[in-house]
């Protein structure tokens, strides 16, 4: 007998909810994933509840926010206008933008609060 799916206050997770999406969509739910660090199941419920989600920096953030970055770098190049920009493409520009802007905060914020 398999063992049985509980969430960390133990709560009985078995029933299985799915639902179809595009192409795209689907790249953006796994750019927002990956650069969370949580699983695909946990950041969707926290998203869905309308939690605050914390992001903690560490090599696997880092990595992931290089691989978006180096995405966005190779679609950019590809255009020759800005006209020809996915709005897709800009949603994740905006979206990484986010990030290093929280980041920035963090990092002067901690930096004030050791002077």
């Known amino acids: 007998m398999s063992k049985k799916n509980t969430d960390k ?3 009985l997770r078995d029933i299985t909810v799915g639902f179809r999406v595009s192409k795209e969509e689907d790249e953006r739910l796994n750019a927002l994933v990956q650069l969370s660090g ?3 199941q946990d950041y969707i419920l926290h998203r869905l509840e309308n939690e605050g989600m914390t992001i903690y920096a560490n090599p696997r953030t880092y990595f992931q926010l290089k691989t ?3 995405s966005i770098h190779k679609e950019l190049s590809r255009l020759s ?3 020809e920009l996915s709005p897709f493409v800009a949603d994740k520009i905006e979206l990484v933008l986010h990030i290093l802007d929280s980041m920035q905060l963090n990092i002067e914020s901690n930096q004030e609060g050791q002077e």
């Open 9 to 11: 206050n133990n709560r």
């Open 38 to 40: 949580m699983n695909k």
């Open 81 to 83: 206008s800005s006209d």
């Open 68 to 70: 978006i970055l180096s």
